[in-house]
């Protein structure tokens, strides 16, 4: 009986030290991710799709973000210990007989603000002055323009960059 009391105090002991700031909840704001879409470079307020679309990160421990999605709109994250941030966005035209690759590198160069949120969430980093880089391939590039819709990136309501294509 005393084993089972003193258990039962041990364990009410190690709840008693969480408290509620020690667990961040799914709702509070955290560092926002870069929120990109795709549209139609003969009518830009058209949405159009980009077909097997992948994403990676484009630095020597290249890290693949997205993988072969057809989609019109992506959410990536930005450096949050830089001012910029390297991506290459790939293409792949896909036939009976070949796969063609089309790789784009866009460079975001941006300033950082950290700001606390709490002990459980610690700090967020919000964006500011995203200015993206298109590396010019001539007429290679599939990617035609990039226009910046929101500067800054504190949250994902909407894109903050469209890309052209």
């Not at 035209?93 to 941006?110: A, C, E, G, M, R």
């Not at 950082?112 to 949120?117: A, F, L, M, P």
């Not at 599939?142 to 800054?152: G, H, S, Y």
Request: aromatic fraction near 8%; glycine fraction near 2%.
């Amino acid at each position: 009986m005393a084993k089972r009391i003193i258990f039962l105090l041990l364990i009410i002991y190690a709840f008693k030290g969480c408290t509620k700031d020690d667990i961040c909840p799914p709702d509070t704001a955290t560092t926002a991710n870069l929120v990109i879409a795709f549209n139609d470079i003969a009518n830009p307020s058209n949405t159009k799709s980009v077909n097997v679309l992948s994403v990676i990160t484009d630095n020597d421990d290249a890290v693949e973000i997205i993988s072969f999605e057809n989609t019109d709109e992506i959410a990536i994250p930005l450096n949050t210990t830089s001012d910029t941030t390297k991506y290459l966005f790939k293409r792949s035209l896909i036939s009976s007989s070949d796969t063609i690759n089309n790789i784009d590198k866009i460079t975001f160069v941006y300033q950082r603000r950290e700001d606390y949120v709490n002990r459980a969430c610690g700090f967020k980093v919000e964006y500011f002055n995203i200015d993206p880089v298109l590396e010019s391939e001539g007429t290679e590039n599939w990617i035609q323009e990039i226009i910046v819709n929101r500067d800054i990136v504190n949250d994902e309501n909407s894109a903050h960059i469209t890309v052209l294509h």
